[in-house]
């Protein structure tokens, strides 16, 4: 009996024994979290560097905050899933840094002793680069090089980055599109931390890809559309010429733009010029329908209200592509008129009833806005009423 007493009073011993030993440990485990949740509170001074990217999109004024792994400066990919604020919905955010390309940097800023430092640099961007997609990338500690412990930085005395957001970050990345112009914007850099430590910057883009040009036979008037990768929706980042002519640009989106062929061109194969944010594009090439040519016509003359021939090449068998121009002999424009019927070779027009009469006309086609270099003359008489109608 005793000895089952002491062997149950030892079983009940090693169980406390245990117990304190589970409540002990996790009394140790959370001042352990609670101490690293403190550190992180405490900001860059913490000096705990994580391999992590934190993006952040300025939009209307407030920073959301996203965590991605990996560097921008590596050139590795990361996928960030966004510390929203209050209210918002969490997005996911995916990035191929391989796409970027530096428009600026990678620029180093060194910590000159120690406390607080400013350093003054500046962001100087081309005209048109202001309309691109710009991410603004600082990164703590390039190349294994001694890592800041505070880092704030202000655009324009706009503050972009504080030590509060870079806190355990090996780097932070800016969406900058639509916070800085042309020419120079300034960044003040304020650094903390021990003497020769350093931090540098870039300015990126997404990298430019052109890949097609359609149609490619295309008349005057005619909207060409150029497709790409990572093209800026900002249509004023654009300048589009066909044979030195300036095009207008119509329509802009990611993946390509529209513009319309300018007028003045003569027909043949043409170069269009496409610059993006002031950088020349890969010359592309597309072929302009040639002007028709009138040689004659099927009457010397026709009254207001009758039908017209007209003979030459390069014509549209579809009539509606067909303008006749009715002009004075010193090529002033009185009238046009749509074709009535049409083939390559020939085009029927109906003399306006309104044109004044008796009058030379010379008249010339334009096709697709394309109008023939030479014309034909002929008499636009009056009708003539028989004299029994009448009576």
């Known amino acids: 009996m005793n000895s089952k007493v002491t062997n149950l009073n030892l079983r009940a011993a090693c169980i406390l024994a245990a117990l304190s030993l589970n409540l002990t440990a996790s009394a140790s485990l959370a001042q352990s979290n609670a101490a690293t949740e403190r550190t992180s509170e405490s900001g860059a001074k913490a000096g705990a560097p994580v391999s992590t990217t934190k993006t952040v999109n300025w939009s209307n004024g407030h920073g959301v905050q996203t965590a991605a792994a990996g560097s921008p400066a590596t050139g590795t990919a990361g996928t960030a899933k966004s510390a929203a604020p209050a209210g918002s919905a969490a997005t996911t955010v995916a990035t191929k840094t391989t796409d970027l390309v530096a428009l600026q940097g990678p620029t180093t800023v060194t910590q000159k002793g120690t406390g607080w430092k400013t350093t003054s640099t500046f962001i100087e961007l081309k005209e048109g680069q202001q309309a691109l997609p710009l991410t603004f990338t600082v990164t703590n500690g390039p190349n294994g090089a001694a890592k800041m412990q505070g880092i704030d930085v202000k655009l324009n005395g706009r503050e972009i980055i504080n030590p509060k957001t870079f806190a355990g970050k090996d780097t932070i990345a800016v969406n900058l599109s639509d916070l800085v112009s042309s020419g120079q914007s300034q960044l003040i ?82 170069t269009v010029t496409l610059f993006i944010a002031g950088v020349k594009c890969d010359p592309l090439y597309i072929k302009v329908a040639a002007a028709p040519e009138v040689t004659g016509c099927n009457m010397l003359g026709v009254a207001p209200g009758g039908d017209l021939t007209i003979m030459g090449t390069g014509f549209s068998p579809s009539a509606a592509d067909n303008i006749v121009c009715f002009k004075q002999l010193d090529g002033t424009l009185v009238s046009t008129a749509t074709a009535k019927a049409a083939s390559e070779t020939t085009v029927t027009v109906t003399l306006p009833e309104s044109y004044p009469c008796p009058s030379d006309v010379l008249i010339t086609v334009k096709t697709k806005n394309q109008e023939s270099a030479k014309g034909v003359t002929i008499f636009c008489s009056q009708r003539v009423i028989d004299k029994n109608v009448l009576n």
């Open 189 to 270: 850099f304020q650094t903390y931390g021990p003497n020769g430590a350093s931090c540098s910057w870039v300015l990126t883009t997404l990298k430019i890809k052109v890949t097609d040009i359609k149609p490619v036979n295309c008349a005057i008037g005619d909207i060409v559309r150029i497709t790409g990768k990572n093209f800026p929706t900002d249509k004023t980042a654009y300048k589009v010429t066909v044979d030195q002519k300036p095009a207008i640009v119509k329509t802009a989106s990611a993946t390509g733009i529209d513009f319309i062929v300018p007028s003045g061109l003569t027909g043949g194969k043409k």
